[in-house]
């Protein structure tokens, strides 16, 4: 119940600024998940299938850096589409995996489990583990479960793009602050690239990224029990905004007629607008200065114009 308290005043905190805007995970419930997983399927959603060919390309590659008898684990893991190929590099290299999956969402882990068993080469050489959990929480149980392992830890997805700068500065170092200096982090990047290719992106003619935007604003109205008709949801407004100074896409929902609730606790103007989701891109140089700020250093990397992935080893 204090979670649900929780998550209403950040909602309110959000909804009460002067640039408004909602916490991007509640983008992803059912309806936001299943939508997901429709984006990623998208050709003109790059960022999916350009992960995938670094990894298929590199996978034996990114498996030798990983230090021998790690225990990987995979921060969001959801259905785990894209982990089957650096684990069975992994199996390959060193005879055997370790790997744990953490996600919010009990469903994503049942089907994550199923997944990984079609996928890998060798199951029995696998020793798999889920936990449904929230990022630190579930990183700490990791640690607890494993006092003495090195931990490989995967980010993939370039889901840091939903943070600012500051934020995912403090979250890298909460990761280490979870874990200890035993550990490497595999961060998976989406690169600055032309305001073309980030605008088709991020407005797919499908129409399925407005969904997915609007559902997360819906998500956020229930959630302070408000149940907007699909009427009223057909006046808001999907708006993408590519930020060339914080190198960002934003995502917006503009609501031409306003939205007032009942206590007058959410008020949004005729024609204002509520930030759902950045997706930061990052240069070469931002990712060293990322790495850098969060007391990483950049250990390998493999990319290409389009996407980034890299091993971050503790500075320490
Ligand atoms: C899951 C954060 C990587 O930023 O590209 C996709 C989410 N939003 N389309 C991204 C998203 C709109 C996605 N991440």
Redesign the pocket.
């Known amino acids: 119940m204090a979670e649900k308290l929780d998550i209403v005043n950040q909602i309110l905190m959000g909804l009460q600024r002067t640039s408004k805007e909602i916490p991007?995970h509640l983008?992803y419930n059912k309806e936001g998940s299943e939508l997901?997983e429709e984006?990623?399927k998208l050709k003109c959603?790059y960022?999916y299938a350009a992960e995938e060919a670094l990894l298929e390309q590199h996978a034996g590659e990114i498996a030798a850096q990983i230090a021998p008898k790690s225990v990987l684990v995979e921060l969001g893991c959801g259905t785990a589409r894209k982990t089957g190929r650096l684990l069975n590099a992994v199996q390959s290299r060193y005879g055997s995996c370790r790997f744990v999956g953490i996600d919010v969402s009990k469903s994503a882990l049942e089907k994550a489990a199923v997944y990984l068993e079609k996928e890998l080469k060798a199951p029995k050489a696998h020793e798999m583990k889920f936990i449904q959990a929230e990022y630190m929480q579930g990183l700490k149980e990791v640690r607890r479960l494993c006092p003495e392992n090195m931990l490989c830890i995967l980010w993939l997805?370039?889901?840091i793009?939903?943070l600012s700068q500051t934020e995912a500065i403090s979250f890298l170092k909460d990761v280490t602050s979870a874990v200890g200096y035993r550990c490497q982090l595999f961060l998976c990047t989406?690169m600055w690239k032309d305001y073309k290719r980030l605008f088709a992106?991020?407005k797919d003619d499908n129409g399925l990224?407005e969904r997915?935007?609007k559902n997360g604003i819906r998500n956020a109205l229930n959630i302070l029990g408000q149940h907007p008709s699909l009427d009223e949801e057909k006046d808001w407004i999907y708006q993408v905004e590519i930020n060339n100074y914080l190198k960002q896409?934003e995502?917006y929902v503009c609501f031409p007629s306003g939205l007032q609730n009942g206590e007058m606790q959410v008020n949004i103007r005729p024609g204002e607008r509520v930030l759902v989701?950045?997706?930061r891109k990052f240069t070469v140089e931002d990712i060293y200065h990322l790495a850098h700020e969060a007391g990483f250093h950049v250990h390998a990397a493999w990319r290409n114009a389009t996407y980034g992935c890299q091993m971050l080893l503790p500075a320490q």
Do not use: K
């Open positions: 991007y983008l997901y984006i990623t959603y960022p997805g370039s889901s793009g939903n989406d992106a991020y990224t997915f935007i896409v995502m989701e950045i997706s």
